[in-house]
């Protein structure tokens, strides 16, 4: 509910269906994990209200940009994943990068008005089907050891499992 995007449930059954889909089509599909960089420090520092509106903000920019297909979800306290069906892997990283810039760009407000706005950033991992994995669990986790290589070198970057 805080977001409005489909819950990690919702996005499990979503993505099972989606790459049978893709099978039985020989469609390629990709999947991206994301990871708000940082947002244990607004929690800290300005609440977790505060930390609230920064996941909604970003659920917004996840939505205005991706299409109506493709499917976006929170997967858990700071993480999004999103599945873009018939997707190359430039294609998905093209979308990936904008977000993230799009991100990087936008500027939380807190309610402290003595605080200037608050600029985040995003990690993100992805992994396309069929090159990287053939089961939804084994792309989850091509994209998952993608995002975790990210945070390791540095963070605010996109990185493709292959």
């Known amino acids: 509910p805080l977001t409005g995007l489909l819950n990690r449930r919702g996005f499990l059954e979503a993505a ?6 893709a099978q039985r ?3 390629g599909m990709t999947l991206f994990f ?5 947002l244990k420090w607004i929690n800290d520092e300005f609440g977790h209200l505060e930390g609230d509106d920064a996941l ?3 659920s ?3 939505m205005d940009n ?7 979800a929170r997967y858990g306290g700071e993480e999004f994943v999103v599945i873009l069906p018939e997707t190359s892997r430039e294609g ?8 993230r810039q799009k991100i990087e760009a936008y500027a939380f407000k807190t309610e402290d008005p003595n605080y200037p706005p608050v600029h985040l950033s995003i990690t993100a991992g992805l992994a396309v089907f069929p090159e990287d994995a053939h ?13 975790y290589k990210g945070k390791r070198n540095g963070k605010n970057q996109v990185v493709s499992a292959a």
Request: charged share 25%; net charge negative.
């Open 34 to 38: 994301l990871d708000l960089d940082g």
């Open 16 to 21: 099972k269906r989606q790459l049978n889909l």
């Open 60 to 62: 917004d920019i996840l």
């Open 135 to 147: 089961t939804a669990k084994d792309l989850i986790a091509s994209a998952d050891e993608a995002l």
């Open 66 to 72: 991706t299409r109506g297909k493709d499917c976006v």
């Open 56 to 58: 909604r903000g970003v």
């Open 25 to 27: 089509q020989n469609w």
């Open 92 to 99: 998905a990283m093209t979308v990936a990068q904008t977000i």
